[in-house]
DNA sequence: TATGAATGAGTCTTCATTCAT
DNA sequence: CATGAATGAAGACTCATTCAT
């Protein structure tokens, strides 16, 4: 019941309602996958972690490949539209009021925990896309420029306002991704390494060094 | 012969010597793992990119398994070992004559020679280390100190002679693996979005960025 | 409600009485098993075909395989009925005003419609009999007795009154069985080269054979 | 080695060998094919029957419906390249010196003993052609033509030298393949109805019919 | 030592059959 | 009665691994 409200809600239309055990099969996927990779992983321990007969995922997905595709439908529902809803206005209208150290916070840490909750999903098609180019397309086609036109726009902005320096807003944008998706590899890969503090502390440090570098420029006085 | 020579001279002990097919086959290893992911390759097709027949794989590792673990042995003889041996002296020993531009431009290029000369083995042993915790221990007790090591020391002498600012010496040698490390990603996965230059120059920016912010400082003016 | 009545009419009681649905997944169950073979059949299929839903087949027949057996009803009911009904009358009468071959090529033509026309049932029937036991011996002791009556009978009145020479009757019997078989099985499987003229022509020829022979007598001279 | 020197002999070329183990998967295939039907057949049985285990199967073939068209290889050589050899010189060598009875006597006989001893694997490539249209190409482009050319000219020649009346060559070989093909099939699947006699009366009785009638002729003196 | 034919456990996938609605 | 979603047993086929040569 519950789910299924929640379903409607999120999609907003019945069209692209997902049938609810389509749904099951798809998270238990995701689980699967994320922890054992494609290839590795078995259609009965899908079905097992689904609650639902093998024979069942078949019903909903012709090859094991199909389960694989599918889940790009979950990755533009679950971490696509939130990314973009939420911050072309959010950030924007912040942006005048607050300091850009703040924002820039505000706005990696936000995209830092939808990163995180949705880490099974994006590692597996990730990681998947490197040997499935099906996959690959579809980023290239829809999440890639729906995140960069995001991130240029702001950027670009900044630039116009001086905030910024004049480097080229893709190198500016593609920096912010490194710094981040860097972060978010080594101390989750790595944690007795690289977890040197909690999030909100690191991710003031990461805005500070790209805002500022690390280069010491007050001796120069 | 010759090889076997050339292999004894790198090893500079017989101990570790790597019997010449036992070489072949763990380079056809990394060729088709790379490419279909360990899971997604066949014993078959390693077997017939080594030129050995299917049983003498068998002849060298026990399973299947084990050509994965064997590719941490070249991991460290052809990736790890010339990080530290080139560069513990090199960079040290140029690093007072240069800028530090130069020098990190420097560091960061002849990181990324080594990084792309050596990326199917990287990409294989990375990409397995998630699903196999077996790799990724001798990744964290091998690889990534070493790699440590060398940037925390850079790193520390810089803070010490006043170049760089005080952040935490860990966060600014994590930095710049993510620097380097988003840029090898983006660029070579997303090359329409992110491939912005030829390498130097965009290691130059990458360099610039990092020692000195994105931010405007107005000192310009 | 008009194809039921039909039916009484036709069974001319309810106890045999097969309801309309019953009756329907029996006619698309021929046309499947005729098209792929029992085996070769999907119980998914000839539902589609029978405009049912799939478990409804099973409300009528409990498995495929009844649905199989369920096949030697209408056997009798579209098949050997009006063989024998309208033939063991009609037959026998006009025998004494028409000359022999004229009878012999009615009663040839007749019988090839009426297969023709009962094609999928009777090589449905008749192939699967081959790894079905259970469908052989309603054959044995329905069909195949009620088929010889008719021609033993006819041959054996032929025998009396001189027309046939002297040979066994069942051999008479089996010759006629074969030509007619040997007829339809080659001329409809390898047209190509079987297929010489149209049917009545054929059976004309057939007929002549039949009782002439091919040899020639001389007597021609 | 008996096995192989045979195989050799048969052959008389290296070339076309099959293997050893290939040949005794094809055997075990027309078995259990013969019994069960193709679709009814498990690999799992033909690997048992064949004593190799299933995999080794599908070293040899690549698909189940890979072996069933494998059979046509047997089915000439087994049945297509005896019944081509012998007849066409044996045939029409003694066709002078013996009566025509005689001879088709002998013809008949000869190939009812070659169709009988290759009955499990006539019978499942020609049931099977039923629903496999590419078994029924090689047939119609092979079999049919090499068992036609051989008719008809027997038949041809003894129409020339007068002993035939003028049928139409194709329509009295169609006659002889339908009264032989009559009778092994009534007389093996209805014994109890059809078989009357050991199977060299049988024959001359349909060669007694074949060349002379059922028509009594006496009586119109 | 090296081979590659043979193995058979394990996989994805199909499909007759069931059963809650 | 009729439905069709769900089932899960069983099938074709794959592939790492073995072993006689």
Redesign the pocket.
């Known amino acids: 019941m519950k789910e299924k409200d929640l379903n409607e809600l999120i999609e907003g239309s019945n069209e692209e309602q997902i049938?609810?055990?389509k749904l099951k099969i798809l998270e238990a996927a995701i689980k699967v996958f994320s922890e054992k990779g494609f290839e590795g992983?078995?259609?009965?321990e899908i079905a097992k972690e689904a609650?639902?007969?093998?024979?069942?995922?078949?019903?909903?997905f012709?090859?094991?490949?199909d389960l694989l595709s599918g889940l790009l439908i979950p990755l533009s529902i679950k971490f696509l539209r939130p990314l973009i809803m939420k911050s072309a206005e959010d950030i924007l209208k912040k942006d005048k009021e607050n300091a850009t150290e703040e924002i820039l916070k505000e706005l990696f840490l936000d995209r830092l925990s939808l990163i995180k909750k949705n880490m099974p999903l994006i590692k597996t098609v990730l990681v998947e896309a490197i040997y499935h180019d099906e996959l690959l397309e579809p980023i290239k086609e829809q999440v890639v420029p729906q995140v960069l036109q995001l991130l240029d726009s702001y950027v670009d902005s900044h630039k116009q306002n001086g905030d910024f320096n004049d480097y080229n807003t893709r190198l500016i944008s593609r920096t912010m991704m490194s710094l981040l998706m860097g972060y978010i590899v080594l101390s989750s890969v790595f944690p007795e390494f690289f977890s040197l503090n909690e999030d909100e502390k690191e991710i003031e440090s990461i805005v500070d060094i790209f805002l500022n570098g690390v280069k010491n420029k007050g001796e120069q006085i």
Chains 1, 2, 3, 4 share one sequence.
């Open positions: 049938a609810e055990k992983s078995r259609t009965s609650e639902v007969a093998e024979g069942t995922i078949f019903k909903y012709k090859t094991k490949k």
